[in-house]
């Protein structure tokens, strides 16, 4: 993978150039607001002047939203695949040009309930940016993710409401693993752990998540809870090395990461609650800055698979 | 009335789950010594093969092959304690650390597919006698902390509970897990 001051280089050389058409898309749809934006500032200021100041400013502020909207849908939309067609793609490519990627499709929701990470039941989920490729001897896969479940109240007077809450927001990845499993090893945040210490603890047996594995890296158990469907398997694969690794991540990258070890594969689901390789209008979308974020994150599935050592095939698994 | 049935039936209940918990603990630690004997069972199954192989390239290690095969026998003779299997264990473990170094001399062994995937299954059955040490270490501890822990320790003092010794791995244990350097 190549590193930020490599990407830094090609960035200037290869893709800045091809960007100045991005920009000039973004630029109309900025004029096209500020254009509705003084037409409003400005019939609210007439209508100051003419002393008709009360209900109609809510009308005026009204109708520029619905114009603004019918006015820059289509365009933002436009802008917003270019953007995942130029600089998003462009920018996987030159990490690595054998991965592929598609800005439309996301991880199936299959494979999300194949790695059990999540239990509550999924009545709306969503995804973009997915990205598949090889990493040495490792294929992987990851994609924004996000799921979500819905809830209807009923108030005194009948009236139902319908709330819509998130189960997991950000980038789901899996890879496959270096060694053969058998079970099922769930690693988890421990935030049983972090709120009431021991009594956590034993709430955590009752979670019906499987056997409670107790491992005995202190700091690793603060932060993560092992469940897993016996005693020896989660730590065969959860060396005193990745428990290590798994508490570092955590440190610096400072999401929450929840992995899981089913059938060949490990999965893993880092929460972020930002859109990932989103365009910002009103910044250019040709900086720098933006292409160090999407670097960020990629770095981040790097990482992942470096540093749990899935290239290591000194096992029996090829 | 209620008072005098709480005031036994608690008390009761208590000794009830602390003895339970006594024994569950107790037999987690069987069960998980258990676990690492089917590992070690494993390694016993591939040091015939071990030999074999590496017999046909290095006939001068056979100082080496003769006191592994000699380990294997008296470990697998069947009447041997927990700590006894354990002693021959490390032993296992450093001889087999011993061929493996003596390997490097022998570059044609080193190639050949048989070794490369006995060296695999040997570097996975390490790993899991590994994960399975450390699984039994987990439920001594666990067990441990009941048997010394009040008010559990009065009740473990009567059913004649005594603490049990975790694993600790011999420094020269220690480097031999390293088989992995060998294929760098």
């Given amino acids: 993978m190549r590193t930020i001051e490599e990407l830094e280089k090609l960035y200037t050389t290869t893709l800045e150039g091809r960007l100045t058409g991005l920009e000039d898309m973004r630029k109309k749809i900025v004029k096209t607001i500020n254009i509705i934006l003084g037409v409003v500032i400005g019939t609210i200021v007439l209508m100051g002047i003419l002393g008709l100041l009360g209900f109609g400013i809510i009308v005026v502020i009204f109708l520029g939203i619905v114009l603004g909207i019918a006015l820059t849908h289509g365009k933002m939309k436009r802008y917003r695949a270019a953007f995942k067609s130029q600089v998003v793609a462009e920018v996987i490519h030159l990490i690595d040009d054998s991965w592929t990627y598609d800005s439309e499709r996301h991880i199936p929701l299959n494979d999300y309930h194949t790695s059990k990470l999540f239990t509550h039941g999924v009545d709306r989920h969503s995804g973009d940016d997915y990205v598949k490729g090889r990493i040495d001897k490792t294929d992987f896969e990851f994609s924004e993710l996000h799921t979500e479940y819905k809830k209807v109240t009923t108030d005194s007077k009948g009236r139902t409401q319908t709330s819509w809450h998130t189960i997991f927001k950000g980038l789901f990845f899996h890879a496959d693993f270096n060694k053969h499993l058998k079970g099922e090893t769930l690693v988890l945040p421990d935030t049983a752990q972090r709120l009431f210490g021991k009594f956590g603890q034993s709430l955590q047996k009752m979670s019906g998540r499987g056997e409670l594995v107790k491992m005995e890296d202190v700091e690793f158990e603060k932060q993560y809870v092992v469940y897993g469907s016996e005693q020896i398997e989660p730590r065969y694969i959860l060396t005193p090395v990745m428990m290590e690794k798994m508490v570092q991540l955590r440190k610096q990258y400072g999401h929450e990461l929840h992995f899981s070890f089913v059938g060949t594969r490990v999965y893993c689901a880092v929460s972020i609650t930002k859109n ?43 | 009335m209620l008072i005098l049935i709480a005031a036994i039936g608690i008390p009761v209940l208590i000794v009830i789950f602390m003895y339970n918990s006594l024994v569950k603990s107790k037999n987690d630690v069987e069960n998980a ?11 016993y199954d591939l040091i015939p093969n ?54 490097e001399n022998y570059p044609d062994l080193k190639a050949s597919e048989n070794f490369v995937n006995l060296q695999r299954t040997l570097n996975e059955v390490e790993s899991q006698i590994s994960a399975s040490r450390r699984a039994y270490n987990a439920a ?12 559990k320790n009065m009740l473990a003092g009567m059913m004649g509970y005594k603490r049990k010794e975790v694993f600790f791995i011999a420094e020269a244990e220690r480097q031999n897990v390293n088989v992995a350097n060998l294929f760098k």
């Fill in chain 1, 276 to 318: 990932m390789f989103e365009p910002r209008i009103f910044k250019s979308g040709a900086n720098f800055e933006d292409i160090k974020e999407i670097h960020h994150y990629i770095a981040l599935i790097e990482v992942l698979v470096h540093e749990m050592n899935l290239n290591t095939r000194i096992w029996t698994k090829e």
């Fill in chain 2, 33 to 43: 010594f258990g676990g690492m004997d089917v590992q070690l069972k494993m390694r």
């Fill in chain 2, 50 to 103: 071990l030999v074999a192989t590496v017999k046909q390239y290095a006939a001068h290690e056979k100082d080496l092959l003769e006191n592994v095969t000699a380990l294997r026998t008296k470990a697998m003779s069947g009447n041997i304690s927990n700590d006894e299997k354990v002693a021959l264990d490390n032993q296992i473990s450093k001889s087999i650390g011993g061929i493996m170094v003596a390997v």
């Fill in chain 2, 140 to 151: 001594v501890t666990d067990y441990n902390n009941g048997v010394e822990t009040f008010p």
